[in-house]
């Protein structure tokens, strides 16, 4: 594995970065402008009151292709636009009038009644779309914005939003799928996902960012917090018990980095106002004059987590934080994927559509199975999968049985279980390949031919599929993460296929993977590249030993 060394380059600073803090309040470019215009929270009150009457032409293009975005919104990709074609178009030859919506869903956690309500939103205005994605969401496609005021209506009368679910933003927060109920976790992190929600989440001193802003707090280490703009670790500390270990700056993409840990350890009700402070910093020392250098993760390399802390606590939050120890490290992030026991003697039953794809109608089902089985709890996973909380023992194998026949195996083979993918050229305008159809045919071929040694492997090989060079699902962190591109294949034609990472993971010895120069496959050699280079894994590795890179 190789140590996380991607730190973003140190940029000289001859100029400023167009920070607030630093007096820089006027726009450097577009996308600043645009927010300064005006606050993208308020463009809702315009879809209900004009774009839905007047329809995707009334639409003013400063809203379609920015504001839309505060409230979950983007417009999706015109079918039949192949992937070598994506970087020579204009973004409106490129826009369908149809959108894809994204409902946040912080901590994963819905009730049945309200899988409910997603899978009839999703039938009724989706066409029966629904992906979970990577981020504990639900994403909707074929959305049109005549609908948009009787979803929220829908959605709101449910309990649920999609304000700031894309964005420059304070996104979804990450949390345990099984905090409250885990037999392992250190402490619960839901009061503190709420309490943030509900305190911060539409707050106009928070909606313009200087880009978007990733949370993630879990009293176990099973939501990717090494690559979350924030991140709050469940933590023993010596004296003070159970708390969180903080931190800041992780993030993929381009100069991918591992987040730097302050050193503080934080209790649970104050976790609101420390995010409030590393938020506040970001906002008003965050980078806004380059888009691609706005993350938090370059203020972090160039500072250091030391000064960061300093002005956190002299700055923002008037106090210094009490120093922590580091969290212990598990070998690997958990899953949920099977059938466990929780704290109180119930269990939770976690599922594995192929790299989350299921449908309105699927969720509709499982809402069903869950209350037939004395639940009403499920979660969805930073993996794309689904966990059916609160189960009694004696319902466990008829459930399990059900789920499995809506296409959620709680006992999968370990490909199905590692895949990923994101949304890729199906929706996404950047796409240049396609991804979830591929994965679904990749996990098919690998059940199929590497059924003999299956047995053999008993962690899930991760096989990360993006669409495009941006890394939505988090190729760095796969034993195998693809990322799309236009190849040459053999004949000399430019085709369908992705550059290779090998090696990357979470948790213990979390790294990148290292992507191999030259390492390029065609889609159509996808399937065989992936068993080839499983089986010389399987046949020459020794006891524990974890993917090569
Ligand atoms: Fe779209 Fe690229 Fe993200 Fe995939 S990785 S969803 S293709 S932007």
Not at 351 to 358: K, W
Not at 382 to 397: G, I, R, S, T, Y
Not at 459 to 464: M, Q
């Amino acid at each position: 594995m190789a140590p996380p060394t991607t730190t973003p380059k140190r940029a000289k600073q001859r100029r400023g970065e167009g920070q607030w803090a630093l007096g820089y309040r006027e726009p450097l470019n577009p996308n600043e402008r645009s927010k300064k215009d005006d606050n993208p929270l308020n463009v809702r009150d315009r879809i209900e009151n004009i774009y839905a009457h007047g329809g995707f032409d009334s639409i003013d293009p400063a809203d379609l292709r920015g504001r839309f975005r505060w409230y979950g919104l983007y417009t999706q990709r015109k079918p039949g636009i192949d992937g070598g074609r994506t970087a020579t178009l204009e973004p409106e030859e490129l826009d369908d009038e149809y959108f894809m919506l994204r409902i946040r869903i912080d901590g994963g956690a819905v009730t049945t009644e309200q899988l409910n309500v997603i899978g009839e939103i999703s039938q009724t205005y989706a066409r029966d779309t629904a992906d979970i994605t990577d981020r504990q969401n639900i994403q909707y496609h074929w959305i049109r914005v005549e609908d948009m005021p009787v979803i929220w209506q829908k959605l709101e009368a449910a309990g649920m939003t999609t304000m700031e679910a894309c964005g420059d933003s304070p996104r979804v927060i990450l949390g345990s799928p099984v905090a409250g109920i885990s037999e392992d976790e250190i402490i619960d992190g839901t009061p503190a996902i709420e309490a943030i929600k509900n305190t911060y989440v539409g707050d106009k001193a928070f909606s313009n960012l200087p880009r978007k802003f990733k949370t993630a707090i879990s009293g176990l280490q099973d939501v990717a917090h090494e690559i979350h703009d924030v991140a709050f670790v469940g933590v023993m500390h010596p004296e003070h018990g159970p708390g969180f270990d903080v931190w800041v700056g992780g993030g993929l993409s381009t100069n991918p980095m591992i987040g730097k840990r302050l050193g503080a350890w934080v209790p649970l009700d104050e976790v609101p106002s420390v995010w409030e402070a590393v938020i506040s910093v970001f906002r008003d020392y965050g980078y806004r004059r380059l888009r691609h250098r706005a993350r938090i993760k370059f203020l972090v390399a160039d500072w250091g987590p030391e000064k960061f802390r300093e002005i956190m606590e002299e700055k923002y939050l008037g106090r210094k934080m009490i120093d922590g120890p580091a969290p212990e490290v598990p070998e690997r992030p958990v899953d949920h994927v099977g059938v466990h026991r929780q704290k109180d003697g119930k269990f939770y039953v976690g599922a594995a559509p192929i790299a989350g794809r299921v449908s309105g109608s699927v969720l509709m089902e499982v809402a069903k199975a869950a209350e037939r089985a004395g639940s009403n709890r499920v979660r969805f996973t930073p993996l794309q999968k689904l966990v059916v909380l609160d189960v009694p023992e004696a319902e466990v194998p008829a459930l399990s049985a059900e789920l499995a026949k809506l296409g959620l195996q709680t006992n999968p083979s370990p490909w199905r279980r590692g895949v990923m993918a994101c949304t890729g050229i199906e929706f996404c305008k950047l796409a240049i390949v396609e991804t979830k159809a591929r994965a679904a045919e990749l996990v098919s071929v690998l059940e199929e031919r590497l059924a003999d040694i299956q047995a053999g492997v008993e962690h899930p090989v991760t096989v990360h599929i993006n669409g495009c060079p941006n890394s939505c699902a988090r190729i760095q962190t796969a034993d195998i993460g693809l990322k799309g591109q236009i190849v040459t294949d053999a004949d000399g034609n430019q085709v369908e296929g992705f550059q290779v990472h090998l090696g990357g993971g979470l948790g213990l010895d979390a790294g990148f993977g290292r992507k191999l120069r030259g390492h390029k496959v065609t889609a159509t050699e996808l399937s065989g590249y992936v068993e080839r280079i499983v089986r010389n894994y399987v046949k020459g590795r020794s006891e524990g030993e974890r993917f090569p890179q």
